[in-house]
């Protein structure tokens, strides 16, 4: 199989990546750092837009992605995807596991291949597919393409893939992922530039680095062609890093011991050599005073056990092995030339940048435009030619890290020197770790500074002369976004006219005075004491009334993160934490109060009432500004609070909680109304059959006084009963109600019944003189019994329709 093609056939179709952050040309490269294993970043080619009809086709049976990947050492995963590309409906992805062994997943399977990447130096990795058509039966006319062969490179050389089974493609959009957004896999830690999606015919490999950068001239902006999902974000790379190979040779003297010459050499981005390297040549022997010269390897090459010794090279450019706590006269560390470091601090008269250099005498020194940092008798020396100033940094043998430079005159600068990266910390003594174990409860750093200065004393930073009493943004508005929530109301009492309301309360506003530092998704608790909050008065009533005090409070303060932050990077020290420059800080409020509630309920059980309560900033109160969150607003009405308790209070029926703002005031209602359904049932139906009954003694012939009588008094003595049962079940109050009003009002038509009875019997039974006289009188009792009888139903209408107004509150 011809492993390179030459140019002509290599069709580059779709160069994509670099994510535009107005980059200047030959200034850097854009490169993409993923954060942590959650983090993805994908493009998706409609297919019918970017590939001439159809991948794999006559033209183009290869498609290929490569990548320049700069993984970091710490690998917490045992397989993450670097790079991956879904296409006709495969997938094919490169992936490392902790030792940076590099691994080729094809769909389902996973082929382990003779290799592994380099960690914290950039790797060129690409991976692809090519597939065959079948020759066209006389049943398919277009059979679906098979993947025959897979293939891979590192560093431009091919690697062997093993492809146990030919996969059937078929037609689909093409998909290239930085990372991986298959839940199965984590992603690597680290950055990845230069993604070249190619097409072609056979297999696209580019030779070299340069080609791959140099291809990857068309810039898409992260927000449109990309898609980011979690802590990955673009930054600016050095063009002379990604591609340089070139390794500079430094003899560290004063480093005693292996441990401290590791430490030291990786401080400075560099490696011990490995016994390959001082085999094949690579490494320069330089210090030749003595007989054992120089550490070399890593701490993975010590032996285990009590001799504990390390591999060392000798003067001759041997290698032997000596016990590695010993002292010598000299270690080698390889770093890679274009590395760059960077000085960061309140001091402006330094450089930024600085790139080593080795020196004749065997010393080296940090060379930056105007300033430089040489070795001197007593320490270290930072000199601007600029602005001829010197700061020391004296008996110190490290110069990497954080670290207190002195001048003369000047008290103590606390400078840091680095070169580790956007998503790494420095520790004090220089040695990067990744920025996500910062803090994370487990030493990473040798000298243990990646847990100092963690909780919440470290995410919360203030303006130096912050004053939790004075509110944010004084003398000017002030937006508090608010929530409330009404988890229960858990008592009406009628009598004392009391309500008892469990409440949550959400409050949300901006202190520009205070920075979250290296916050994470999600809530992120702090005490709420040490800043300022709203503090609140509330009173029973609408808008104004008697103070009221909630009888339970739990607060929580917090800024909370639904997608991962974008955080900026504005520190003096950027290692020291990034933070927020706008944030919502959010307090959450949960307390019962028991408030008078001022009911007149004279309507009742009909008609609607309303009991409120008023919340009003306490303090510096003038020029904020209530804005209501998430609640549910009918046109032009006030928003409705959501209540998750029960509705039934008792006497009365919660119908919804509203809200309603008046300058520095909230006022929240309950809306209630008497439980008529109940009162209809037990109260008015019973009240009327009775009625009922006393009014049916007008039918009983006039004649039986007896059971006229018995009838409508039993009956006036039942409503009576009725009456005093009721007023001393439902809710009591000092004036009458509706439904006092209709008691009495039957009471009485049923007393208006029972005197027209007396009445009629006593029109029937005077002393008549003649026969004649006897029939007219019975016949003016009948009468007066009929009129009476149109009479107490008239009133009994009237009563009822008048009742009927007052409850639908009409009248
Ligand atoms: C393949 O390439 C030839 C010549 O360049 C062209 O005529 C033909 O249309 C191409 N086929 C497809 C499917 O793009
Ligand atoms: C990573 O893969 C390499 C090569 O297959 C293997 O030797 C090594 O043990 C693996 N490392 C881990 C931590 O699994
Ligand atoms: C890996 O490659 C080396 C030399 O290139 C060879 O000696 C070794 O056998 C290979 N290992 C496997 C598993 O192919
Ligand atoms: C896959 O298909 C290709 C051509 O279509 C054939 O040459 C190869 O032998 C097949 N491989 C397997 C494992 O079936
Ligand atoms: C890399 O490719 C570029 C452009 O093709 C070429 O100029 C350069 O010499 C190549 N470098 C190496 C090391 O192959
Ligand atoms: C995307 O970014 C580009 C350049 O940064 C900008 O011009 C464009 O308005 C952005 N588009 C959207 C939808 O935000
Ligand atoms: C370092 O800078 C100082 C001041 O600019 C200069 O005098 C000195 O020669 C420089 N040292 C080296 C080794 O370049
Ligand atoms: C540090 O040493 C330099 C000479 O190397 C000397 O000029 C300077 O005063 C010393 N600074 C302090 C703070 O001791
Ligand atoms: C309760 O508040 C509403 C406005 O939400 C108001 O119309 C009503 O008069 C108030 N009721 C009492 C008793 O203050
Ligand atoms: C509830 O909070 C208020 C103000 O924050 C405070 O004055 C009151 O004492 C607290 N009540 C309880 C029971 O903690
Ligand atoms: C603060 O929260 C409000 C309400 O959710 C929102 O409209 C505003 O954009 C947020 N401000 C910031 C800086 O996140």
């Excluded at 994908?42 to 320049?68: D, K, Y």
């Excluded at 959009?173 to 999606?197: I, Q």
């Excluded at 810039?219 to 070139?246: I, K, M, Y």
């Amino acid at each position: 199989m011809e492993r390179y093609l030459s140019s002509p056939v290599r069709l580059l179709l779709g160069l994509i990546c670099v994510l535009a952050r107005g980059t200047t040309a030959g200034e850097g490269v854009v490169v993409v750092a993923v954060e942590s294993s959650k983090g993805h970043l994908c493009r998706t080619f409609p297919q019918h837009t970017t590939f001439p009809r159809g991948f794999p086709s006559e033209n183009a049976s290869s498609v290929g992605v490569c990548a320049l990947v700069r993984p970091e050492l710490t690998q917490p995963a045992p397989y993450s995807h670097i790079v991956s590309f879904t296409s006709s409906g495969v997938s094919v992805a490169a992936g490392i596991n902790s030792s940076l062994a590099l691994w080729l997943t094809v769909g389902e399977e996973t082929h382990r291949l003779n290799d592994s990447l380099k960690g914290e130096v950039w790797n060129m990795v690409c991976v692809g597919l090519s597939a065959a058509h079948d020759t066209p039966t006389p049943e398919e006319k277009h059979p679906p393409p098979k993947v025959n062969e897979v293939w891979a490179s590192l560093q431009g050389l091919p690697l062997d893939v093993p492809l146990g089974v030919n996969i059937t493609a078929w037609e689909e959009d093409v998909e290239v992922c930085v990372g991986t957004r298959s839940k199965w896999y984590a992603s690597f830690t680290g950055f990845v530039t230069g993604v070249t999606l190619q097409v072609g015919k056979g297999e696209l490999t580019p030779d070299n680095c340069s080609l791959l950068l140099e291809t990857n001239q068309l810039t898409a902006p992260l927000n449109e062609s990309w898609t980011p999902h979690g802590p990955v974000f673009a930054l600016e790379e050095d063009l002379r890093q990604p591609c340089d190979t070139s390794v500079l040779t430094l003899v560290l003297r004063e480093a005693w011991g292996h441990d401290k010459a590791l430490r030291w050499c990786r401080s400075l981005g560099g490696h011990l050599p490995t016994e390959e390297e001082v085999a094949a040549g690579l490494v320069t022997l330089k210090c030749t005073s003595e007989e054992h010269l120089s550490w070399m390897s890593d701490a993975s090459e010590r032996d285990e056990g009590p001799a504990n010794t390390c591999p060392v090279v000798l003067a001759d450019g041997g290698v032997g092995r000596r016990p590695c706590l010993s002292e010598l006269e000299c270690s080698l560390c390889q770093v890679p030339a274009g590395l760059r470091y960077t000085l960061y601090g309140a001091r402006t008269d330094f450089d930024r940048h600085y790139r080593l250099s080795a020196r004749q005498d065997d010393s080296f020194l940090f060379q930056g435009e105007t300033s430089n940092i040489t070795r001197t008798a007593a320490g270290w020396t930072l000199q601007s030619r600029l602005h001829r100033r010197q700061l020391h940094l004296n008996g110190s043998v490290g110069v990497m890290g954080r670290r207190a430079w002195r001048s003369p005159t000047h008290a103590a600068d606390t400078l840091t020197f680095t070169v580790c990266n956007a998503i790494q910390f420095s520790s004090n003594d220089g040695v990067c770790v990744l920025r996500s174990e910062r803090c994370d409860g487990r030493v990473h750093a040798p000298d243990m500074s990646d847990e100092e200065d963690c909780g919440s004393r470290r995410l919360l930073r203030k303006d130096a002369h912050y004053d939790p009493g004075v509110r944010p943004f004084a003398g000017q508005k002030l937006t508090i976004y608010y929530w409330f929530e009404a988890m229960l109301v858990q008592k009406m009492d009628a009598e004392k006219d009391l309500a008892s309301t469990d409440l949550n309360l959400h409050l949300r506003w901006e202190d520009p005075r205070v920075k979250f530092v290296d916050t994470k998704m999600g809530r992120n608790s702090f005490p709420c004491h040490q800043i300022w909050t709203p503090s609140l008065l509330m009173f029973a009533g609408y808008y104004i009334g008697p103070a009221v005090h909630p009888s339970a409070n739990r607060t929580l303060c917090y800024v909370y993160w639904e997608e991962m932050p974008r955080q900026e990077n504005q520190m003096d020290d950027p290692f020291m934490g990034r933070y927020m420059t706008r944030t919502n800080i959010s307090q959450y409020r949960n307390f019962l109060v028991t408030y008078p509630c001022m009911l007149r309920v004279s309507r009742y059980p009909f008609g609607r009432y309303m009991c409120n309560l008023t919340f009003s900033l306490y303090g510096d109160h003038e020029n904020v500004d209530w804005q209501v969150m998430d609640l549910r607003q009918e046109n032009g009405n006030p928003p409705i609070m959501n209540y998750y308790g029960d509705h039934d209070l008792f006497d009365y029926k919660l119908e919804k909680i509203t809200l309603d703002v008046h300058h520095n005031m909230i006022s929240f209602t309950l809306h209630l109304i008497g439980q008529p359904d109940y009162h209809l049932m037990s109260n008015f139906l019973p009240s009327f059959l009775i009625f009922g009954i006393c009014y049916s003694s007008f039918y009983f012939p006039i004649a039986e006084f007896n059971e006229r009588m018995h009838v409508s008094l039993t009956s006036l003595v039942v409503l009576i009963a009725f009456f005093s049962q009721a007023t001393n079940s439902y809710v009591k109050t000092p004036y009458y109600k509706l439904i006092d009003v209709w008691y009495i009002s039957l009471i009485i038509l049923c007393c208006l019944v029972v005197t027209a009875h007396v009445y009629v019997n006593y029109l029937r039974v005077q002393r008549v003189t003649s026969h004649s006289s006897l029939a007219k009188k019975v016949l003016l009792a009948k009468r007066f019994n009929v009129g009476c009888k149109i009479v107490i139903i008239t009133l009994f209408g009237l009563l009822v329709f008048l009742f009927v107004l007052f409850s639908m509150d009409i009248i």
